[in-house]
C-alpha cells in the first residue's frame, strides 16, 4: 500500500496491464492518476466535442445505433475509400479473431515484440505462430528482407507487419511496405497492422488505399488509438470486397454502440482539431524523449508512436518501478515483462506532455533513492539516481548511476 493508498496487488492479477477504472476504484474517489500506460491521445476529443457528445448522451444510449452497413458508409465517405473496401468492428481485436478464425488456417509469421494478440490469438485455436525476433542492437527496427526470408523458410501461409510497432515504435517507410506485400503475393493474406500509423510525421504513411485493390492484403486501423476513446471500441479493416465481405459477414450486424457512431458523424467537423492534436503530439514526442534521455542509465529507443521504449540499467526489473510509481506518486506505466521479445527491463511510455513527464523523471529519480534508503545492497548500475545527488552516495562502492 502506498502513499495513494492503492492495493498494488491489482497490478498483478492477469497478462494485461490494470484499467484505469481497476486503479481509480482501489485509490478512491479523489485519485490522480497520470498515465503513462494506455497509449491514447492526450489532445483529442476536445472538449468541445465531449460537451457535444455530453449534450445528447441520453440519446446516445436510449436508442439503438444503425446497423454496422450505416454506420461503415459514412465512415468511408470521411476517409474517401469505397464502403465494400471497409469492415468496422468493436475494436482491432475483433478483427484479429475473425481473421484467425476465417483466415488462417495453417501458419502466421509475426515479428516479436509486438501487440500481443498477434501471437495470442492465433496460438488459442492452435495455429502455428512463426516468431521472427527483433534485436535490441537494432533499437528492434524490422529488416523486411530478413523478415521476407523467414517467412519462406519457414513456409508461413500468412504474414503480419504491425507499422509503427508496438511497443518500440519503429517506422516503415510505405513504398517499402508495399514492396514488400507485392513479393508476398502468393500467401493467404498479408496484414499491415497501422493502429498507430497517424502519429508518424511522414504526411503519407498509410497503404490502406492499397490494399482495396490488391488480391491478399489487410490493412488494420484502431480509431480508439488515433482518436483517444479507447473505452468506445471501434476500428476498422481496409481489403479488397471478397475479404471484407467475408469478414462482414462473420460480424454482428449491430457490432458498433451508438457512441462510436456518434463520433464517426463528427469527425468531419473536427478534422482541423485532430490534426492539430497531432502536430502537439509529434512535439510532445520530441520533447519527452530528450527529457528520458538526461536519466543516468536510462537507455531510451527511437519512436514515431505516441509511445516510447525505454530500457532500466541492468539488474532492475521493471515491476518494482512501475508499483513504487503508482503507489508513491500516482504515475501508471507500462511493464513489459510479459511481452514476448521482451523483459521486465523495458517500459513503453506513452507520450504525455511535458509536465506530466518531468513528474515521471522525478518519480523515476525518487525510486533510486527509495532503494537506497532502503537500504539495498545494489550496484551503482541498480539505481536511478539524480545526477545532483550523485557524490552523496560515494559511500557505498560504485554506487553512483552507471558512473
Not at 498494488?8 to 503513462?36: E, K, W
Request: with cysteine; net charge neutral; glycine share 8%.
Amino acid at each position: 500500500m502506498g502513499n495513494n493508498g492503492i492495493d498494488t496487488s491489482v497490478l498483478h492479477q492477469g497478462s494485461h496491464s490494470a484499467s484505469y477504472f481497476m486503479l481509480a476504484r482501489n485509490m478512491g474517489g479523489d485519485a490522480d492518476i497520470v498515465d503513462f500506460c494506455i497509449p491514447c491521445n492526450p489532445y483529442f476529443p476536445t472538449p468541445g466535442m465531449f460537451d457535444a457528445l455530453a449534450a445528447d448522451l441520453k440519446n446516445i444510449l436510449k436508442y439503438y445505433p444503425s446497423d454496422a452497413g450505416t454506420i461503415t458508409r459514412k465512415l468511408a465517405d470521411v476517409l474517401g475509400l469505397h464502403p465494400q473496401t471497409i469492415a468496422m468492428s468493436n475494436g482491432s481485436t475483433e478483427i484479429i479473431t475473425w481473421l484467425d478464425h476465417l483466415m488462417i488456417e495453417q501458419s502466421i509469421a509475426i515479428p516479436i515484440p509486438t501487440f500481443g494478440r498477434w501471437t495470442d490469438q492465433p496460438m488459442e485455436t492452435g495455429k502455428r505462430v512463426d516468431m521472427f525476433l527483433l534485436q535490441e542492437r537494432d533499437n528492434f527496427r524490422l529488416d523486411l528482407d530478413e523478415y521476407g526470408q523467414f517467412i519462406r523458410s519457414r513456409g508461413s501461409r500468412v504474414a503480419v507487419v504491425c507499422n509503427p510497432n508496438n511497443p518500440d515504435g519503429n517506422y516503415l517507410d510505405r513504398r517499402d511496405i508495399l514492396r514488400f506485400v507485392d513479393s508476398l503475393d502468393d500467401l493467404d493474406l498479408v496484414v499491415v497492422d497501422e493502429s498507430f500509423v497517424d502519429f508518424v510525421d511522414d504526411p503519407y504513411p498509410t497503404v490502406g488505399p492499397d490494399a482495396a485493390i490488391r488480391p491478399n492484403v489487410v490493412v488494420l486501423k484502431s480509431l480508439g488509438k488515433n482518436f483517444g476513446l479507447h473505452g468506445i471500441r471501434f476500428g476498422y479493416m481496409v481489403a479488397n470486397p471478397a475479404i471484407t465481405a467475408k469478414i462482414a459477414k462473420a460480424l454482428p450486424k449491430w457490432n458498433l454502440n451508438s457512441l462510436a457512431e456518434a463520433v464517426v458523424y463528427m469527425i468531419q467537423d473536427y478534422e482541423a482539431e485532430y490534426r492539430e492534436s497531432l502536430r502537439l503530439l509529434s512535439r510532445d514526442r520530441r520533447e519527452m524523449i530528450a527529457a528520458l534521455s538526461q536519466v543516468p542509465g536510462l537507455k531510451v529507443f527511437p519512436s514515431q508512436g505516441n509511445f516510447v521504449l525505454v530500457k532500466l540499467p541492468p539488474g532492475q526489473g521493471g515491476v518494482g518501478l512501475r508499483d513504487y510509481l503508482v503507489a508513491k506518486h500516482g504515475i501508471f506505466v507500462r511493464e513489459c515483462g510479459n511481452k514476448l521479445g521482451m523483459s521486465s527491463q523495458f517500459l513503453r511510455l506513452v507520450v504525455r506532455p511535458a509536465a506530466d513527464v518531468a513528474r515521471l523523471v522525478g518519480g523515476m529519480f525518487a525510486f533510486g533513492g527509495h532503494r537506497h534508503a532502503a537500504g539495498e545492497v545494489v550496484d551503482a548500475s541498480n539505481l536511478i539516481v539524480h545526477p545532483a545527488h550523485r557524490s552523496e552516495l560515494r559511500t557505498t562502492p560504485r554506487l553512483a548511476f552507471n558512473s
